[in-house]
């Protein structure tokens, strides 16, 4: 017996299937966006950034609820690498 066997996947129909690719494009844009103001903005704050990345992170659970891991391996690096590059002494 398989592990797929044991543990079977739920199906999603396709209303689902599609929210889910919309919701996964709304994150890719915002996390776009936040990099984008990271880089961009000079009156930006590092408290600011801070907030920003902590409200994408609440607003990525709440589209993706028990998916922290996955936040924390794709969009979360990518967010602090923006905050680190910005940020650093010079």
Do not use: H
């Amino acid at each position: 017996m398989g592990l797929s066997e044991q543990f079977p996947e739920p199906r999603m129909n396709e209303a689902e299937l599609a929210q889910e690719a919309k919701n996964i494009r709304r994150l890719q844009i915002m996390v776009g966006m936040i990099i984008s103001v990271i880089y961009q903005d000079p009156s930006l704050t590092l408290e600011q950034a801070s907030e920003m990345v902590s409200n994408a992170r609440t607003a990525a659970l709440a589209m993706f609820p028990e998916k922290e891991l996955a936040w924390n391996i794709l969009y979360r690096p990518r967010l602090y690498r923006a905050i680190e590059e910005r940020f650093r002494p010079q």
